[in-house]
């Protein structure tokens, strides 16, 4: 019978990696993370920092990892159907199809800070 070997630091981070997107990312696919993420750094980079650090080039646009501590995220989906058009002064209306909201609001429950 083999000797088992004790895991190093890297494959304990990989185990981690992958057990922390499994259950964090629940219902929400990797692909559909990755492509809410690519939609919300075509339409809304430019304003707001959409990732898990960084500040908004916006001063008045709230980092996307931030919006949990305003609304909770599933509430966000009427929103994003229907014309989301509130927030800073000047930003513009969007509206997006059914099939991206889903991988938007994925997205947003990925990075959202604990």
Excluded: W
């Excluded at 080039?57 to 929103?79: G, K, M, N, V, W």
């Excluded at 059914?98 to 609001?105: E, F, K, M, N, V």
């Amino acid at each position: 019978m083999p000797v088992a070997s004790k895991p190093n630091v890297l494959q304990i981070a990989v185990i981690a990696s992958a057990l922390a997107t499994t259950s964090a990312f629940g219902e929400g696919k990797v692909s559909d993370i990755r492509r809410g993420e690519r939609i919300l750094a075509k339409n809304c980079s430019r304003c707001h920092a959409i990732g898990r650090t960084g500040t908004s080039p916006h001063r008045q646009a709230p980092p996307f990892r931030t919006l949990s501590q305003r609304y909770p995220i599933d509430s966000l989906s009427e929103a994003l159907g229907e014309g989301l058009s509130t927030g800073h002064p000047d930003m513009p209306e969007f509206v997006f199809p059914p099939r991206d909201i889903g991988a938007i609001l994925a997205y947003l429950q990925s990075i959202q800070q604990k």
